[in-house]
Each structure stands twice: as structure tokens, then as C-alpha cells.
């Protein structure tokens, strides 16, 4: 069969859209980076924007309340060319890093988490849930003209009474994931194309890795 036509464009116009997470009723709730929404693309193609976070929210996933938990950025300086828009540098109008939680009934944003022990959140990126109502989430950080953030991977409660780093620095950790038994976390270090796996000892805890502690 021909790959190059085997699938359907269901929806267009989209500002980098993100973090698709398919929904019960066949819809897709997506992030759209660029435009700092949370949108659900129907059946049909139709589009709809369920909350406005600004920012840059990024990776998204469903909580055990029913919620949606986003990854927001804080937003980027975007290189629009004929090839398009992506996402480069840290904007003047930077909101800061942070996890937003969005009530899909009424559109409501809650910032959940902004900072861990005094070091506010940068870039995080991505978001998995485990089966004991906490999160795993990586932070990318941000790049400057002249600098850029150190990376880091986090563990979070839904509920907002937790949150704490597991794993740094890492260089722009970037998708993240859980084994089909839980026991494994899969981080994703894009620059240095590695797959980093680590044993998960309980919700929140790893075996640690063999890096130095600040």
C-alpha cells in the first residue's frame, strides 16, 4: 500500500500542535504551542478551544480526577519562515515554567506547580501519569542567546502536595514514558539522542543514577 497516502488529515490551522491525548469520545485534545491553547479536535475535525493557559503549553495528560495536566513552558521567540514556525529562544514576555492543571468542563487553569526547594520550574515538556495518581515530567529549560538551563526530571502528586527532582542535570530531557508494568521510567535526552531508563523502587523513587548532587 502507498505510506505517503495512507491516512486523513483531520484538521488544519493548528499553531504547533502538541501532546495529542485521544479521549472516550473519540475526540483528541491537543496543545497548540504557539497559540497557548488547549484545543479538542472532534470527530469531525472540528475545533474547539477548551482553556487558554498562555505560555507554551507543551505535553498534556489526563489525571486521575478526570483533569487535564499540562507541561507549560512559559513560551518561545518563534522563527516563522517558508519552512514555517518553530520555536527558538526564551521570549521577552517569558511566563515562567510551571504545570497547569485545566478543568475540561469549565476551562478553568490552575497553576499547580511553579518551583521545587526554592528553583523555579523552566521548560517543562512532557508528562506521564503512573497508576497511583502521581506524574513523572521532564523540564527541558530554556535556551538564551547566551546561555541556557540544565535540564532536570520530576515527580509530582495530582493533588498539589508533592513534587520534587529525581534525575539532573540532563541535557534538554524531552518525551517521557512508563513501562506497560510501571516498573521502568524512559526518559527521552534529545541533543545526545540517548534513551535513559531507570529503575523505578516506589511511586517518586528511582534508583538513582550515578550523577553528582548541587
Known sequence: ???????????RGLQFPEGPVAMADGSVLVVEIRRG????VDVDGKLEVVA????????????????????????????????????????KDYSGGRIDRVDLVTGKVEV???EVDGVPLRGPNDIVFDRHGGFYFTDLGKVRYYDQD??????ARADGSRIEALIHPLEMPNGIGL?????????????TARLWAFAILSPGTIA????PSP
Open 1 to 11: 500500500f502507498d505510506r505517503m497516502n495512507d491516512y486523513t488529515v483531520l484538521a
Open 150 to 155: 540544565r535540564g532536570r526530571v520530576f515527580y
Open 179 to 191: 513501562s506497560p508494568d510501571g516498573q521502568t521510567l524512559y526518559v527521552a535526552e534529545t541533543p
Open 37 to 40: 491553547t488547549l484545543t479538542r
Open 112 to 114: 499547580l506547580y511553579r
Open 208 to 211: 538513582r543514577p550515578p550523577w
Open 52 to 91: 487558554t493557559p498562555g505560555g507554551g503549553p507543551n505535553g498534556a495528560a489526563i489525571g486521575p480526577d478526570g483533569a487535564c495536566y499540562l507541561c507549560n513552558n512559559g513560551g518561545f521567540t518563534w522563527q516563522v519562515d517558508e519552512q514555517g514556525a518553530r520555536p527558538t529562544l526564551q521570549p
